[in-house]
C-alpha cells in the first residue's frame, strides 16, 4: 500500500496545470504575407511546423512531467511491502570486526568473544528469516 507523509503537498500537482496554460496562452499565430515567392516556401515551411510542433509538445509533457515528480517527491511518499508470507519484509545485516582491535581482552574474556554473543542476541531477537 502507497501513503503519503505529506498529503497536503499533493495539492501541488495543480502546478501541472502552469506549463499547459503558458503553452496554450504563449501560441502564435504567423501573419499570413502573400506574394507569388510564398508558394516555394509552403511546403518547407509546413514539415518545418510540424517538427517544431512535436518537439513543443514533448518539451510540454517533459515540463509537466518535473512538476508532477517534484511535487509526489515533496509529499514524502511511503510503502508498506509485504513478503510472499504476508509479513513484513526485513533484511538483517551484521558486520562483525574481526581486527586485532577485537582481540583486546576485557574483563577476562576476548572482545571478539562479546562481539559475538551480542551478535547471537541480536539475530535471535530478529526472529526467523
Known sequence: MIGFLQPWALLGLLATAIPI?????????????????????VAATRQHHRRLRLQNLLLLLLRTALIALLVLAAASPTAALRGVSGHAASALVVILDNS??????????????????????????????
Open 21 to 41: 496554460l503558458l503553452h496554450l496562452l504563449a501560441r502564435r499565430e504567423p501573419p499570413t504575407v502573400t506574394f507569388p515567392a510564398v508558394r516555394y516556401l
Open 100 to 129: 586485532p582491535s577485537s582481540a583486546v581482552v576485557v574483563g577476562g574474556a576476548p572482545r571478539l568473544s562479546a562481539l559475538r554473543a551480542a551478535v547471537r542476541r541480536i539475530v535471535a531477537r530478529a526472529g526467523p528469516a
